[in-house]
Antibody
Framework: EVQLVESGGGLVQPGRSLRLSCTASGFSFGDYPISWVRQAPGKGLERVGFIRSKAYGGTAEYAASVKGRFTISRDDSISIAYLQMNSLKTEDTAVYYC???????????????????WGQGTLVTVSS | DIQMTQSPSSLSASVGDRVTITCQASQDINIYLNWYQQKPGKAPKLLIYDASNLETGVPSRFSGSGSGTDFTFTISSLQPEDIATYYCQQYNNLPLTFGGGTKVEIK
């Protein structure tokens, strides 16, 4: 059974840092891209970034709203993906989900197409 | 960025009704569109991918259609367990973007 479990959320002051973890099981973790998708209270969904599998270069890309502040990494040996969040702002308050993605290749690049499994989410609250 | 516009933002229907949600893309996205269901307090769940393909295990009362800029999601016979918010999502271009969601309630 595919499972994704997020951890590391909590209350943090603006300007501080937090690292989320996504622990995966039930599939060959290294073969899949992983995304982080967030949902502010009462709002819609926003993908903050994703990391490709090593087969596609292992590189990460980010939403404009978090670029330069957030970093996604992965350790395939222990099936964990990380979201390092620096310089947090109040508007980063949200439930953060990690997802297992399927790959789409087109226009000379390969990236996530759909999010076929989701974790349960972890709440990050940025407040003084 | 590609903007995804869903309508309506909410709807109320009776059990057994046919429910239709539309999603319009700001530019041509071929068939590169997915639909998700999010029940209250839960993570989203993939229902439809590539505009019309049913994800494994998803009931056949759910369906999707469309291509280009206009897409439709249909529940053929609304059930009480279908109460949720539904989102469309495009992957024609990065960044992947979601529609604003449609909240479905029972009348």
């Amino acid at each position: 059974e595919v499972q994704l479990v997020e951890s590391g959320g909590g209350l943090v002051q603006p300007g501080r840092s937090l690292r989320l973890s996504c622990t995966a099981s039930g599939f060959s973790f290294g073969d899949y891209p992983i995304s982080w998708v967030r949902q502010a209270p009462g709002k819609g969904l926003e993908r903050v970034g994703f990391i490709r599998s090593k087969a596609y270069g292992g590189t990460a890309e980010y939403a404009a709203s978090v670029k330069g502040r957030f970093t996604i990494s992965r350790d395939d040996s222990i099936s964990i993906a990380y979201l390092q969040m620096n310089s947090l702002k109040t508007e980063d308050t949200a439930v953060y989900y990690c997802t297992r993605d399927r790959v789409h290749c087109g226009g000379g690049s390969c990236y996530s197409s759909r999010f076929d499994y989701w974790g349960q989410g972890t709440l990050v609250t940025v407040s003084s | 960025d590609i903007q995804m516009t869903q309508s309506p933002s909410s709807l109320s229907a009776s059990v057994g009704d046919r429910v239709t949600i539309t999603c319009q893309a700001s530019q041509d996205i071929n068939i590169y569109l997915n639909w998700y269901q999010q029940k209250p307090g839960k993570a989203p769940k993939l229902l439809i991918y590539d505009a019309s393909n049913l994800e494994t295990g998803v009931p056949s009362r759910f369906s999707g259609s469309g291509s280009g800029t206009d897409f439709t999601f249909t529940i053929s016979s609304l059930q009480p367990e279908d109460i949720a918010t539904y989102y469309c999502q495009q992957y024609n271009n990065l960044p992947l973007t979601f529609g604003g969601g449609t909240k479905v309630e029972i009348k």
